[in-house]
């Protein structure tokens, strides 16, 4: 099969948290999501002077879906009730199945707070099907030297593999839905073909740079929406990039969401707000 072509390009718009410069390309005003990703937030980039009070980010719960969090540049330091607890630094990533529902804290470690330094975060919202919203909690947390960076055109772009495959070799998270996830970084001029499976949603969000996907000029910061007319999506960079990418089999279910909490019906978002405030979900200390 060709490679897949470009439907339509959807902009991030600014949501600042604070002073936290945020940026959002889904849900967005003409975009609720990219079945089964739902939700995606552009933190940065940007540079925390020293003695910073970090990140806005304190105990909040989640359930019926799974969080993935791209540290491409400072340090996130996360605690939940589940009782995992881990430091992620520039490169690595933070994989956490909310699933039955939990409460965590994403912060900025004591260090980053003191020194400050750059800080860019992307996080991702992926949904799960109904058989699975109340599955056990879990939480990975991956250093960069855990994730597999496989170079590409002789070395020009690499694939930061995450989740699912690439050129033979398997990411370090196995999804429980069969999600494929990566970064890919591009020098000026590289070109990458990724994985997009036929009947699979693509999820493609263009962090930095100019690319075209399969001869479409596309922008930074923006959502790139794929036809499902091929097997691949064809990326040639203009600029030097970085792109989050991938790739899952869509649900075809009802959404019914109410902030940390995504559900199918409301009746199950009605039982997550009591479940969270009699405490069920348990407790985070910081």
């Known amino acids: 099969m060709p490679s897949r072509t470009v439907n339509r390009q959807y902009p991030a718009y600014r949501d600042d948290i604070g002073d936290l410069l945020t940026r959002r390309p889904v849900p967005g005003p003409a975009i ?3 079945d089964p990703f739902l939700f995606l937030n552009h933190h940065g980039p940007q540079e925390y002077r020293p003695n910073n ?3 806005p980010f304190g ?3 989640h359930r019926g879906f799974e969080t993935v969090t791209f540290i491409l540049a400072g340090e996130l ?3 939940d009730s589940g009782g995992h607890e881990s430091v992620i ?10 699933g039955s529902g939990l409460i965590h804290a994403e912060l900025s470690p004591e260090s980053f707070k003191r020194r400050g330094g750059p800080l860019e975060i992307l996080q991702l919202w992926v949904n799960l099907p109904a058989r699975l919203k109340m599955t056990q909690p879990a939480y990975t947390g991956l250093q960069r030297e855990q994730i597999p960076a496989i170079s590409a055109d002789d070395g020009r772009a690499t694939v930061n593999l995450v989740s699912g495959q690439f050129d033979g070799q398997v990411g370090p998270i196995e999804s429980l839905t069969g999600v494929a996830m990566m970064t890919v970084t591009m020098n000026a001029g590289s070109r990458v073909t990724l994985p997009a499976p036929a009947g699979r949603a693509v999820f493609l969000y263009i962090v930095a740079g100019e690319l075209d996907v399969d001869e479409t000029a596309v922008k930074p910061w923006h959502l790139v929406e794929m036809n499902d007319d091929g097997d691949d999506v064809a990326l040639v960079a203009r600029s030097e990039a970085v792109v989050l990418f991938g790739h899952a089999e869509p649900l075809r279910e009802p959404v019914v969401s109410h902030g940390p909490f995504v559900m199918n019906t409301h009746e199950e978002i009605q039982q997550a707000i009591e479940d969270y ?5 348990g407790a985070v200390s910081l």
């Open 77 to 79: 330091a996360h605690r």
């Open 32 to 34: 609720d999501q990219v």
């Open 53 to 55: 009070q970090g990140l």
């Open 277 to 281: 405030q009699s405490g069920r979900l």
């Open 59 to 61: 105990p909040h719960p």
């Open 89 to 98: 630094g520039a490169g690595g990533v933070q994989w956490m199945t909310a």
